[in-house]
């Protein structure tokens, strides 16, 4: 380090310099200005466009050109960043109403990037003129440039609602902001109604059915299903989001054959990137329901959906794909922008509208003013006309002879320097009678007009009335019934009638499988439906417990120790391959508790469910089914007594064993149907607990199957002495049941 050289605190440094480059992204990159919804690039873009005199019906340009003035002159930055800037603005999808006019390959929907800046050629559109309106009448203030070498705006006039019409997007540091555009007409209606009513509220400015702002209104059009309730609270806070979905309908090919049209996606979704997606899930069998995808489009978007069969519902199918594609899309809403130019702060809807407002205000007061001194100007050289007019033979005596004729008409006449130098400066055709009569008309007039201006200027009403005036411009360029101003973004809900569930049973490709459960707990899916598990392995010391056939879509419902039932899908079950896994990891299970039982779901079936000590009751599947991932409550066992099984309650009759190998058969009518509970008494025991049971239907009789797998069976008749009534004790099992008790 030399002599000269002063130590600086790293840390101090950092941070200024930090602070430094945050204000400057914030500021003058990344967050729109609330009057005018530019960013300073797109500002510049259109200054720079207005200096080149590309004005609506002009000739084009070469965006080079319009990019080169811009980053030599406003913008010291890459000529990409800003011919990008320049191409978006020109973009029909991507800005709902387009500043530049442009001319050769702007980019599509697809993601396709723009012909370089040296083979296209832009102009502004009616929207940029009429965003910089009256820049020549002293509406903003002006700065120098970075090199201060030109002069450019602080602001546009904002004569269009550019902020929320357009919508606006950036990250700047510590802070983002994401403003998706709407309607001009309905934003120059609701503006309306603030001017009349500055202190209205929301409800009576946001309505999806009849307000004045229904919603945002997308280039791309799209259906918005977000909930009025969801978009208010949106709008009040500043902060929020749209869930938006691609527009759709069937078309019928005749013999019951239709195929789905997607003929509007959501805003900000590339096409081509789209179908890839879904081409992608296709190949990896996520979509069952879909056969094909094919993309038809040529200016409009016809994306073709194929579906695997005609009996398919449709509704379905498009609600498998908003779930897992970009066809429903969330657009957020950020509206962090800068008020005043100068300050980052999150506002509402009404408070953005109103800050539009005001800076119209403004500008109208600050165009009357200029105006009003360019009138006064006129009249004040007006005057001096007519005053001389009254004496023209003396007025050219004195420019004839005399050596200093200003100062000698300033004199004669009592002038002014301003109206002695017009007079000088006269032509002498205008020395006519007719001139004298026109220029009379022309001060009437003048007056008239400065004592208009100075109303407006002195009147808060008339401002308001001049703005109101302004807004209506507006509504009339871009209402409802001109091409550019119809609403494009429609509104409706999404179908409450299809459960998140029924998708995504939808969403699972339908398989054989054979599920096995070991005696330990360990499960696994085989492909199929088999029987032959003799080539089937086991973990040391573990063996088959039990097993059943079953589907991909079934649910499966779990019955544990404690009496709760888990449900699980059938595809979420391990592979054949290895040993399975355990089923208490996969549920999750506390400790202490156990599978009892597991097996398949069926709608409207009937199970009866009992405990250790031979308690149960008859329980609905329906009110098995779990919606979380506790499992649902349905068996209540008292103290050091646990569920153990449940069965099919099919039959007419119940068998019970007990651990004691006593046997009792009664009527199933005796059990009780209930949701919930601890049930009655099935079989009483001294000792021990229930080993078995069993429902079956008398005129079937009982069957069993001994330890050589050789079935028995027992008719009514034959089990007369076992037959009694629901919590009796039973007899003796038969010979021929197995030493297990269990009816195999």
Not at 172 to 177: E, Q
Not at 279 to 284: F, H, I, T, Y
Request: charged share 30%; glycine share 8%.
């Amino acid at each position: 380090m030399s002599d000269d050289d002063t130590p600086v605190d790293l840390k101090a440094a950092l941070e200024e310099r930090y602070l430094a480059y945050a204000l400057s992204t914030i500021m003058h990159r990344a967050l729109p200005d609330v009057r005018d919804g530019m960013k300073p690039v797109h500002r510049r873009l259109l200054f720079a466009m207005r200096q080149l005199r590309l004005d609506p019906g002009q000739a084009f340009k070469k965006s080079a050109r319009v990019v080169g003035d811009v980053i030599g002159k406003y913008h010291p930055h890459g000529d990409t960043a800003v011919y990008d800037a320049l191409v978006r603005l020109a973009q029909d999808f991507a800005v709902r109403y387009p500043l530049v006019d442009g001319q050769g390959n702007f980019g599509t929907v697809d993601g396709d990037s723009a012909a370089a800046m040296r083979y296209t050629e832009a102009r502004m559109t009616d929207v940029a003129r009429l965003l910089m309106d009256g820049l020549d009448e002293d509406a903003v203030d002006f700065r120098d440039t970075y090199d201060g070498s030109e002069r450019e705006p602080v602001v546009l006039p904002g004569g269009f609602p550019n902020l929320l019409a357009n919508g606006s997007a950036g990250i700047a540091v510590g802070m983002a902001t994401n403003v998706p555009p709407h309607n001009a007409a309905e934003i120059a209606d609701a503006a309306l109604h603030l001017i009349k009513h500055p202190n209205a509220k929301l409800e009576t400015i946001f309505d999806p059915d009849n307000g004045p702002i229904k919603g945002p209104d997308f280039p791309t059009g799209g259906v918005i299903v977000e909930s009025a309730g969801s978009m208010a609270e949106a709008y009040r806070t500043g902060r929020g989001g749209f869930r938006t979905r691609a527009r759709w309908e069937t078309e019928d090919l005749g013999r019951g054959v239709w195929q789905i049209v997607v003929t509007e996606i959501p805003y900000q979704v590339q096409k081509s990137r789209l179908i890839e997606r879904i081409a992608e899930l296709l190949d990896q069998k996520k979509l069952p329901l879909l056969a094909d995808v094919r993309d038809e489009s040529a200016e409009d978007i016809r994306v073709v959906l194929e579906p695997r069969s005609k009996t398919v519902d449709a509704a379905l199918l498009m609600e498998s794909l908003f779930r897992v594609t970009d066809l429903e899309s969330r657009i957020s809403l950020n509206m962090n922008v800068l008020m005043g130019g100068q300050v980052p702060r999150v506002i509402g809807l009404i408070e953005a509208i109103q800050a539009w407002l005001k800076h119209l205000k403004e500008v109208a007061v600050r165009r009357a003013t200029h105006r009003l001194g360019k009138v006064v100007h006129r009249l004040e050289i007006l005057d001096g006309f007519l005053i001389v007019y009254l004496d023209l033979d003396r007025v050219i005596a004195i420019i004839r002879y005399k050596d200093h004729p200003k100062e000698e008409l300033i004199k004669a006449f009592t002038l002014s320097d301003v109206q002695a130098e017009a007079i000088l400066n006269m032509r002498l055709r205008s020395l006519r009678k007719l001139e004298e009569m026109e220029i009379r008309q022309e001060h009437e007039n003048l007056t008239a007009e400065r004592a208009e201006l100075e109303s407006l200027i002195g009147s808060d009403e008339l401002q308001w009335k001049k703005v109101a005036g302004s807004v209506r411009e507006v509504k009339k360029l871009f209402g409802q019934d001109t091409k550019l101003g119809k609403r494009r973004t429609t509104f409706g809900e999404a179908p409450s009638a299809i459960s998140a569930d029924i998708v995504a049973e939808a969403m699972i490709e339908r398989e054989p499988i054979t599920v096995v459960l070991s005696a330990k707990g360990w499960v696994r899916a085989l492909k199929g439906h088999t029987e032959e598990f003799d080539k089937l392995a086991f973990r040391q010391d573990d063996e088959m417990g039990s097993w059943f056939h079953a589907q991909t879509t079934d649910k499966l419902l779990i019955l544990t120790t404690d009496g709760r039932v888990y449900t699980l899908g059938a595809d979420k079950l391990p592979g054949g391959r290895g040993h399975g896994e355990p089923l208490r990891l996969i549920l999750e299970l506390p400790g202490g508790v156990e599978i009892a039982s597991m097996f398949v779901y069926e709608q409207g079936s009937q199970w009866l469910i009992v405990s250790q000590v031979g308690r149960g009751f008859i329980v609905v599947a329906d009110d098995l089914i779990g919606t979380t991932k506790r499992g649902r409550a349905v068996m209540s066992p008292a103290d050091k007594d646990i569920a153990m099984a449940i069965v099919r309650a099919d039959g007419d009759h119940v068998a019970v064993i007990g651990e004691n190998r006593k046997l009792l058969v009664f009527p199933i009518e005796q059990v009780p149907t209930l949701a919930r509970g601890r049930g009655v008494r099935l079989q009483r025991y001294k000792d021990g607990g229930l080993s078995d049971i069993k429902t079956f239907k008398a005129a079937d009789g009982l069957t069993w199957r001994d330890t050589a797998g050789r079935e028995h069976r027992r008719t009514m008749d034959d089990l007369t002495d076992w037959r009694g009534e629901r919590a009796s004790a039973g007899r003796m099992a038969p010979q021929g049941v197995p030493r297990s008790n269990k009816f195999g």
